[in-house]
T-cell receptor
Framework: EAGVVQSPRYKIIEKKQPVAFWCNPI?????LYWYLQNLGQGPELLIR????????DSQLPKDRFSAERLKGVDSTLKIQPAELGDSAVYLC????????????FGEGSRLTVL | QKEVEQNSGPLSVPEGAIASLNCTYS??????FFWYRQYSGKSPELIMF????GDKEDGRFTAQLNKASQYVSLLIRDSQPSDSATYLC????????????FGKGTTLSVSS
């Protein structure tokens, strides 16, 4: 069974440029998460989807961040415009409604903003 | 603000010793408790979960949960250099549908 797939793995951009990250969850997993991980910190939730619906986006900085999960499968996280402080790893994870709440993570997308 | 606290370490143990990693959480409604291992430059991978008070063993790993004290721990027996990583504690209130809240992680270094 394929795991969570994310792309790109690495992205370097100039500040004020836009950037987008893509995630394909484990097949059959209804719940999809985007987490942000800064160096030396644990992952912090940005947004959680149940199928197509964003059920928790309280930590998403909506002035510059946006996300979508069309058709309840793949998801895209966008930042526009990027700031220096956005440099971090963006982790996508998925979980099954029939599971015990455990999350399965993708490899992450490492963003560097210059 | 729901919090998960871990000692950032580093925790250094010799090969073959027992490594003890600790975690406390603030939300008494938390029902599910997870330990993830994260190697440098890699993403977190699940190593254990525990839902009930007491101990749960899986190979060299033992998770311990004490809900009254809001405390969860991970013991690694016969530590190996390959266990050197950051260990993340995560909790959630699964029935309330909350996402996992992670601690900052404890860095473990096992010397050969």
């Amino acid at each position: 069974e394929a795991g969570v797939v994310q792309s790109p793995r690495y992205k370097i951009i100039e500040k004020k440029q836009p950037v987008a990250f893509w995630c394909n969850p484990i097949s059959g997993h209804n719940t999809l998460y985007w987490y942000l991980q800064n160096l030396g910190q644990g992952p912090e939730l940005l947004i959680r989807y149940e199928n197509e619906e964003a059920v928790d986006d309280s930590q998403l900085p909506k002035d510059r961040f946006s996300a979508e999960r069309l058709k309840g499968v793949d998801s895209t996280l966008k930042i526009q415009p990027a700031e220096l402080g956005d440099s971090a790893v963006y982790l996508c994870a998925s979980s099954s409604l029939t599971g015990g709440g455990e999350l399965f993570f993708g490899e992450g997308s490492r963003l560097t903003v210059l | 603000q729901k919090e998960v606290e871990q000692n950032s370490g580093p925790l250094s143990v010799p090969e073959g010793a027992i490594a003890s990693l600790n975690c406390t959480y603030s939300d008494r409604g938390s029902q599910s408790f997870f330990w993830y291992r994260q190697y440098s430059g890699k993403s977190p991978e699940l190593i254990m979960f525990i839902y009930s008070n007491g101990d749960k063993e899986d190979g060299r790993f033992t998770a311990q949960l004490n809900k009254a004290s809001q405390y969860v721990s991970l013991l690694i027996r016969d530590s190996q250099p390959s266990d050197s990583a950051t260990y993340l504690c995560a909790v959630n209130d699964y029935q309330a549908g909350t996402a996992l809240i992670f601690g900052k992680g404890t860095t473990l270094s096992v010397s050969s």
